[in-house]
């Protein structure tokens, strides 16, 4: 094919036009000659033989172009956007999906909070190996097309979805037999577009990607709102864990920045933290796993529990006294959250904040720790760090938030859902429930689905 | 469910953090153990030695040897129960591509362990040091009052004459073992040897001016740290 | 009078061809990129050399000073070819200095370039400034005759080299599958240099094989174990990190003979760089339209020909890095290979 045929890849351009690299390396990539990004091109040949529709980036979502490892150029999407949740993290962070929204929502942008979605199923996958490639290609496959058929671009949430599908893409376009086999599943499920064609996407876009794309706007709000409100991060000493499921399933798919250690570890999330001025500090295990492990912290949780304590959280205590543990992925985060405390029992507590690069990007620009990005579900402590980016009056928001929940369920209780509507469209809430595809507006907080329901 | 049934487990890394590179050292300063540095772990040793390839993989010279030299303590002392088979043979010296004096190295990183207390006394030498007294008492080998006296050593409640004090043979407790290796030859044996031998075993005859000698020979011993 | 042969590239083989060349009568143009002659052991300023601890100078020096004062060379420095046409037996060159020639042969001898091992991003390199190469191990000698670890001064307690970085490695794509040929050797004389003068501090190799080949192994392999007391430690380096507790590295890698994980700290870590064709190779080749390895870009013999200095295009010989991972001897040797083989096509008549 065309690609194994370059003298250079510097500057060029695939005949499709999805397939872009820079006129010079951008940094030291890894490969002069990328394998991955060869599925580029084999896309635009699918999709030329009629057998698959790239969903393509367009300007309408405003994409702002980012460099993988291999120095290819990623068009991140911005606007227009299908989220994609995440089932651990809607349930167990949900300030880490409404604090990105809040981002979305203060940009002014536009997006789709879709119910018509499905689990990527790549937890059960990697939990037991009971899944296979054919199911896991039918299930994003089928995301995809839902996404496609709004017109919204789909965003992924979670860390594993989002590697998940990048290794199935790459599956799926390699393999002829894969794509015989999972067309005859979409076609039942009338997930097929009107010619028969698989719908996939021209790129597979992680949030900490548009995170990372739209750091120098998170960066311009910090200095016009959270500055304002007399926040100050530069103090705050930053360790970073970067999920493996987004940088080293598909390494060749993801961002890099010569701003970022010369190019030589991903990017995202140490990007945006180092745009807002925080101290990113280095420590000997960044490259280690958090110990989650999909079936360990089912049933093998000693596992999860002694790796995210003895080759994290004491490391980072140790080397470099970090205030807090930023992520970008859901099991990360809860896996170093709920696990300090059990170390407490064996003298082994190292107590330090947790939370995700978009938690903690909001808090800088001011959102409210708990309407917004929900401190409260968090059990590490994180008041010390509230202190040291100076929102210090973090005890007045908490009883505001008390207050405004007693208020809610006043309100629920008493069935009156009318003025509990009212009060939302007052309430400087996130609002997660503007539209879903099938065209009604907030379909689901409504009087025979309430919004907070105990 | 916890699966793992364990809900209050640590595990502590399996990771080496550091050698112990002073280890390697003193066992070089040993005249046997200079010739360690020239292993390249080809292994050619431990694919000829009868202990490794007949008794427990886990003897492994070349092992040890590396081991030994990035002073791996905690990994030397998992096999220290095996350690003390080597049969010196002497194969592994004799195949050696690179000239170490395999058999002897090997010595030479058992005494470096055991005097840095990093391995019990092997079973062997106990017995060596029973051999040892025996000798150094009669001047010659009393081969009932050592067996029997082994035995003793062993656990076993055998019956003592009342005056010296020494085991009687096969009067008390004895293994079944020994009963069955003695039976055999002594149906066949001539009838003077078994009578010497029981005299010997109950009037324990010693070397003439024996006495006198025994002092000077235990002090020479003693200082040559034969009896440690 | 023989027409006259164009040699590319003015390193041990471009300087082997050059001085035959030359000896033999043939008119002779080398032109070399760089303001110098020597190659990179001269213009990367390499320290000693295996396999005779020779210092480059000694090596080369005399080949320089030959091809500078024979009459029949003329050495065109911060020259490249930008283009060639005609048969073979009469090329017309352009050179970049706006010259053109018409030469009967030629001899491409344009080496390699050093791996750039910020292409290992776990490695730490550009991170950590006690990770250093082993080409600048070279220079810390050559240029400063002592042995110290740059983020503080000091000498280091412990020195790690790290073998194969950018060699024998997939994840680098298909370009960087080979074996550097020189590694293994010239990290025994490294660390041997560094017990001589320092005997104090430990050194350890890193290795998945140890590969001193032919006579190299006793003087390159035995020597710094035996006498050295350079220990080797079967397993790849798999990342460097640095610790802010204690300041020192560490050096993450499985000791396959212990079958355990490890994090040793290390003061100094070395990494052995791999070949790659240089980009003058790459070049080239498309000017005289030369065959490469598909994968590591390296030239490639012709397929009908048992030597490997003949290339796919008649008249045109091929010697030294710029084939693949070669040593100085060697590339000299290719070099006068070449330059007696061009010789030859040109037609020459040799009386001694
Ligand atoms: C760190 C290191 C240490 C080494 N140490 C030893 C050692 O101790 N002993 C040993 O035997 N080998 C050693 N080697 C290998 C040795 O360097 C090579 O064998 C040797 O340099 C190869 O010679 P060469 O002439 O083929 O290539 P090079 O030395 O690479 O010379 C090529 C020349 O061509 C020039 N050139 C490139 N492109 C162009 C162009 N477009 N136009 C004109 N000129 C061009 C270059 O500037 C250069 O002068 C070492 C290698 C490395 C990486
Ligand atoms: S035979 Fe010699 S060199 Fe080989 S492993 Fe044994 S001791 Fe080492
Ligand atoms: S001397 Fe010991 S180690 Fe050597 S081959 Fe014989 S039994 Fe094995
Ligand atoms: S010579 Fe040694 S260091 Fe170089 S690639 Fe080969 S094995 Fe690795």
């Given at each position: 094919?065309?690609?194994?045929?370059?003298?250079?890849?510097?500057?060029?351009?695939?005949?499709?036009?999805?397939?872009?690299?820079?006129?010079?390396?951008?940094?030291?990539?890894?490969?002069?000659?990328?394998?991955?990004?060869?599925?580029?091109?084999?896309?635009?040949?699918?999709?030329?033989?009629?057998?698959?529709?790239?969903?393509?980036?367009?300007?309408?979502?405003?994409?702002?172009?980012?460099?993988?490892?291999?120095?290819?150029?990623?068009?991140?999407?911005?606007?227009?956007?299908?989220?994609?949740?995440?089932?651990?993290?809607?349930?167990?962070?949900?300030?880490?999906?409404?604090?990105?929204?809040?981002?979305?929502?203060?940009?002014?942008?536009?997006?789709?909070?879709?119910?018509?979605?499905?689990?990527?199923?790549?937890?059960?996958?990697?939990?037991?190996?009971?899944?296979?490639?054919?199911?896991?290609?039918?299930?994003?496959?089928?995301?995809?097309?839902?996404?496609?058929?709004?017109?919204?671009?789909?965003?992924?949430?979670?860390?594993?979805?989002?590697?998940?599908?990048?290794?199935?893409?790459?599956?799926?376009?390699?393999?002829?037999?894969?794509?015989?086999?999972?067309?005859?599943?979409?076609?039942?499920?009338?997930?097929?577009?009107?010619?028969?064609?698989?719908?996939?996407?021209?790129?597979?876009?992680?949030?900490?990607?548009?995170?990372?794309?739209?750091?120098?706007?998170?960066?311009?709000?910090?200095?016009?709102?959270?500055?304002?409100?007399?926040?100050?991060?530069?103090?705050?000493?930053?360790?970073?864990?970067?999920?493996?499921?987004?940088?080293?399933?598909?390494?060749?798919?993801?961002?890099?920045?010569?701003?970022?250690?010369?190019?030589?570890?991903?990017?995202?999330?140490?990007?945006?933290?180092?745009?807002?001025?925080?101290?990113?500090?280095?420590?000997?295990?960044?490259?280690?796993?958090?110990?989650?492990?999909?079936?360990?912290?089912?049933?093998?949780?000693?596992?999860?529990?002694?790796?995210?304590?003895?080759?994290?959280?004491?490391?980072?205590?140790?080397?470099?006294?970090?205030?807090?543990?930023?992520?970008?992925?859901?099991?990360?985060?809860?896996?170093?959250?709920?696990?300090?405390?059990?170390?407490?029992?064996?003298?082994?507590?190292?107590?330090?904040?947790?939370?995700?690069?978009?938690?903690?990007?909001?808090?800088?620009?001011?959102?409210?720790?708990?309407?917004?990005?929900?401190?409260?579900?968090?059990?590490?402590?994180?008041?010390?760090?509230?202190?040291?980016?100076?929102?210090?009056?973090?005890?007045?928001?908490?009883?505001?938030?008390?207050?405004?929940?007693?208020?809610?369920?006043?309100?629920?209780?008493?069935?009156?859902?009318?003025?509990?509507?009212?009060?939302?469209?007052?309430?400087?809430?996130?609002?997660?429930?503007?539209?879903?595809?099938?065209?009604?507006?907030?379909?689901?907080?409504?009087?025979?689905?309430?919004?907070?329901?105990? | 469910?916890?699966?793992?049934?364990?809900?209050?487990?640590?595990?502590?890394?399996?990771?080496?953090?550091?050698?112990?590179?002073?280890?390697?050292?003193?066992?070089?300063?040993?005249?046997?153990?200079?010739?360690?540095?020239?292993?390249?772990?080809?292994?050619?040793?431990?694919?000829?030695?009868?202990?490794?390839?007949?008794?427990?993989?886990?003897?492994?010279?070349?092992?040890?040897?590396?081991?030994?030299?990035?002073?791996?303590?905690?990994?030397?002392?998992?096999?220290?129960?095996?350690?003390?088979?080597?049969?010196?043979?002497?194969?592994?010296?004799?195949?050696?591509?690179?000239?170490?004096?395999?058999?002897?190295?090997?010595?030479?990183?058992?005494?470096?362990?055991?005097?840095?207390?990093?391995?019990?006394?092997?079973?062997?030498?106990?017995?060596?040091?029973?051999?040892?007294?025996?000798?150094?008492?009669?001047?010659?080998?009393?081969?009932?009052?050592?067996?029997?006296?082994?035995?003793?050593?062993?656990?076993?409640?055998?019956?003592?004459?009342?005056?010296?004090?020494?085991?009687?043979?096969?009067?008390?407790?004895?293994?079944?073992?020994?009963?069955?290796?003695?039976?055999?030859?002594?149906?066949?044996?001539?009838?003077?040897?078994?009578?010497?031998?029981?005299?010997?075993?109950?009037?324990?005859?010693?070397?003439?001016?024996?006495?006198?000698?025994?002092?000077?020979?235990?002090?020479?011993?003693?200082?040559?740290?034969?009896?440690? | 009078m023989a027409k006259s042969v164009l040699v590319i590239g003015g390193g041990p083989a471009g300087l082997g061809a050059a001085r035959i060349l030359g000896k033999l009568g043939i008119p002779t143009i080398l032109v070399e990129k760089e303001d110098r002659l020597g190659g990179n052991p001269i213009l990367?300023?390499y320290?000693?050399l295996i396999p005779r601890?020779l210092k480059p100078e000694q090596v080369l020096g005399p080949y320089i000073k030959e091809v500078e004062s024979n009459p029949n060379v003329q050495v065109k420095l911060k020259t490249e070819l930008?283009?060639c046409?005609g048969e073979p037996g009469s090329y017309k060159v352009?050179l970049?200095n706006?010259e053109t020639h018409e030469v009967g042969a030629i001899v491409v001898a344009k080496g390699f370039?050093?791996?750039?091992?910020?292409?290992?991003?776990?490695?730490?390199?550009?991170?950590?400034?006690?990770?250093?190469?082993?080409?600048?191990?070279?220079?810390?000698?050559?240029?400063?005759?002592?042995?110290?670890?740059?983020?503080?001064?000091?000498?280091?307690?412990?020195?790690?080299?790290?073998?194969?970085?950018?060699?024998?490695?997939?994840?680098?794509?298909?370009?960087?599958?080979?074996?550097?040929?020189?590694?293994?050797?010239?990290?025994?004389?490294?660390?041997?240099?560094?017990?001589?003068?320092?005997?104090?501090?430990?050194?350890?190799?890193?290795?998945?094989?140890?590969?001193?080949?032919?006579?190299?192994?006793?003087?390159?392999?035995?020597?710094?174990?035996?006498?050295?007391?350079?220990?080797?430690?079967?397993?790849?380096?798999?990342?460097?990190?640095?610790?802010?507790?204690?300041?020192?590295?560490?050096?993450?890698?499985?000791?396959?003979?212990?079958?355990?994980?490890?994090?040793?700290?290390?003061?100094?870590?070395?990494?052995?760089?791999?070949?790659?064709?240089s980009?003058g190779t790459?070049?080239v080749?498309?000017?005289l339209?030369l065959?490469?390895?598909?994968?590591?870009?390296?030239l490639?013999p012709s397929?009908?020909s048992g030597s490997n200095i003949i290339s796919?295009k008649p008249g045109i010989f091929i010697a030294g890095a710029c084939k693949?991972?070669i040593d100085i001897e060697s590339s000299l040797a290719e070099g006068e290979a070449a330059g007696a083989e061009a010789a030859a096509f040109v037609g020459a008549k040799v009386t001694v």
């Amino acid at each position: 094919m065309a690609r194994a045929k370059l003298e250079s890849k510097w500057g060029y351009v695939s005949p499709g036009g999805i397939l872009r690299y820079p006129e010079e390396p951008p940094f030291p990539v890894k490969e002069y000659d990328a394998h991955y990004d060869h599925i580029f091109e084999m896309m635009e040949e699918l999709e030329a033989k009629g057998e698959i529709l790239i969903y393509r980036i367009t300007e309408e979502h405003q994409p702002i172009p980012v460099y993988t490892s291999t120095g290819r150029i990623k068009l991140i999407p911005t606007n227009k956007l299908w989220h994609h949740k995440s089932c651990g993290q809607c349930g167990n962070i949900p300030g880490y999906p409404a604090s990105l929204f809040w981002f979305m929502n203060k940009f002014g942008l536009d997006y789709l909070n879709e119910p018509h979605q499905t689990s990527c199923t790549a937890w059960n996958y990697h939990g037991s190996g009971t899944s296979n490639p054919v199911a896991l290609a039918a299930v994003w496959l089928r995301n995809m097309h839902q996404a496609w058929k709004t017109g919204y671009y789909p965003l992924i949430h979670c860390g594993t979805s989002f590697g998940s599908y990048k290794e199935t893409r790459e599956q799926l376009i390699m393999n002829k037999e894969l794509r015989d086999a999972v067309k005859p599943i979409l076609k039942k499920l009338g997930r097929l577009t009107e010619d028969g064609r698989i719908v996939i996407p021209q790129e597979i876009v992680h949030y900490s990607e548009w995170v990372h794309a739209m750091r120098y706007r998170i960066k311009e709000l910090y200095e016009k709102e959270g500055k304002a409100k007399g926040i100050d991060v530069s103090n705050v000493r930053v360790a970073i864990h970067n999920a493996c499921h987004t940088y080293k399933m598909i390494a060749d798919d993801y961002p890099y920045d010569p701003e970022v250690y010369n190019g030589q570890r991903p990017a995202a999330s140490t990007a945006v933290i180092k745009a807002l001025g925080a101290q990113v500090v280095d420590y000997s295990t960044w490259y280690d796993c958090c110990g989650f492990g999909f079936r360990h912290i089912l049933t093998e949780r000693e596992f999860t529990r002694s790796m995210a304590i003895q080759r994290k959280l004491k490391v980072i205590a140790e080397e470099v006294k970090a205030d807090v543990i930023i992520t970008h992925d859901t099991g990360c985060t809860t896996t170093f959250e709920k696990n300090q405390w059990i170390g407490k029992a064996h003298g082994m507590y190292y107590p330090v904040a947790v939370m995700s690069d978009v938690m903690f990007a909001a808090l800088a620009c001011g959102a409210h720790p708990f309407k917004v990005v929900q401190l409260y579900w968090n059990c590490s402590h994180y008041e010390p760090l509230l202190e040291k980016m100076g929102i210090t009056n973090w005890r007045e928001l908490k009883k505001e938030w008390e207050d405004t929940v007693k208020y809610i369920s006043e309100l629920e209780k008493a069935g009156k859902y009318d003025e509990l509507m009212e009060f939302f469209k007052e309430y400087d809430l996130y609002e997660p429930y503007s539209r879903t595809s099938t065209g009604k507006p907030r379909a689901s907080a409504t009087s025979n689905m309430p919004l907070f329901k105990s | 469910m916890d699966v793992s049934g364990d809900w209050n487990l640590i595990i502590l890394p399996r990771v080496i953090n550091d050698y112990d590179l002073d280890f390697a050292k003193e066992v070089m300063s040993l005249p046997e153990g200079k010739t360690m540095i020239q292993c390249y772990q080809c292994s050619y040793c431990t694919a000829s030695c009868p202990v490794h390839n007949y008794w427990d993989e886990r003897y492994n010279s070349r092992h040890f040897i590396h081991l030994a030299r990035l002073g791996l303590i905690d990994e030397l002392q998992k096999r220290a129960d095996v350690m003390w088979r080597c049969v010196s043979c002497h194969k592994c010296t004799h195949r050696c591509p690179k000239g170490v004096l395999v058999e002897e190295v090997l010595k030479a990183i058992l005494k470096t362990m055991a005097k840095k207390g990093l391995i019990d006394e092997y079973p062997s030498k106990k017995f060596d040091k029973f051999f040892t007294e025996s000798v150094l008492e009669y001047g010659r080998i009393e081969d009932g009052e050592l067996l029997f006296g082994w035995i003793e050593k062993q656990g076993y409640n055998v019956v003592k004459d009342p005056i010296l004090k020494k085991p009687i043979p096969f009067l008390g407790e004895t293994p079944e073992w020994l009963k069955q290796l003695v039976m055999k030859p002594i149906k066949s044996m001539n009838i003077s040897f078994l009578v010497l031998n029981a005299k010997h075993m109950l009037f324990h005859p010693r070397t003439k001016n024996w006495n006198k000698f025994k002092q000077v020979l235990r002090k020479v011993v003693q200082e040559e740290g034969g009896l440690t | 009078m023989a027409k006259s042969v164009l040699v590319i590239g003015g390193g041990p083989a471009g300087l082997g061809a050059a001085r035959i060349l030359g000896k033999l009568g043939i008119p002779t143009i080398l032109v070399e990129k760089e303001d110098r002659l020597g190659g990179n052991p001269i213009l990367n300023h390499y320290h000693t050399l295996i396999p005779r601890k020779l210092k480059p100078e000694q090596v080369l020096g005399p080949y320089i000073k030959e091809v500078e004062s024979n009459p029949n060379v003329q050495v065109k420095l911060k020259t490249e070819l930008t283009a060639c046409e005609g048969e073979p037996g009469s090329y017309k060159v352009t050179l970049s200095n706006g010259e053109t020639h018409e030469v009967g042969a030629i001899v491409v001898a344009k080496g390699f370039e050093h791996f750039d091992p910020r292409r290992k991003g776990e490695l730490g390199y550009g991170l950590y400034p006690d990770v250093i190469t082993n080409l600048e191990l070279e220079q810390m000698f050559s240029r400063e005759g002592r042995l110290y670890r740059p983020s503080n001064g000091q000498l280091p307690k412990r020195v790690a080299f790290v073998f194969c970085v950018g060699s024998r490695d997939r994840q680098l794509g298909v370009t960087n599958v080979h074996c550097c040929r020189y590694g293994c050797a010239l990290s025994g004389l490294q660390a041997m240099e560094i017990k001589q003068h320092y005997p104090d501090v430990d050194v350890f190799c890193y290795y998945m094989d140890v590969r001193t080949y032919g006579t190299w192994e006793y003087p390159f392999y035995w020597a710094p174990q035996e006498q050295y007391g350079v220990r080797y430690v079967r397993g790849r380096i798999a990342g460097i990190t640095y610790s802010p507790a204690d300041g020192r590295l560490r050096v993450k890698h499985e000791d396959t003979i212990v079958q355990r994980p490890a994090e040793v700290p290390m003061d100094l870590v070395v990494l052995v760089l791999g070949m790659e064709p240089s980009a003058g190779t790459k070049k080239v080749a498309k000017i005289l339209g030369l065959a490469q390895d598909p994968d590591s870009k390296f030239l490639v013999p012709s397929e009908e020909s048992g030597s490997n200095i003949i290339s796919n295009k008649p008249g045109i010989f091929i010697a030294g890095a710029c084939k693949g991972p070669i040593d100085i001897e060697s590339s000299l040797a290719e070099g006068e290979a070449a330059g007696a083989e061009a010789a030859a096509f040109v037609g020459a008549k040799v009386t001694v």
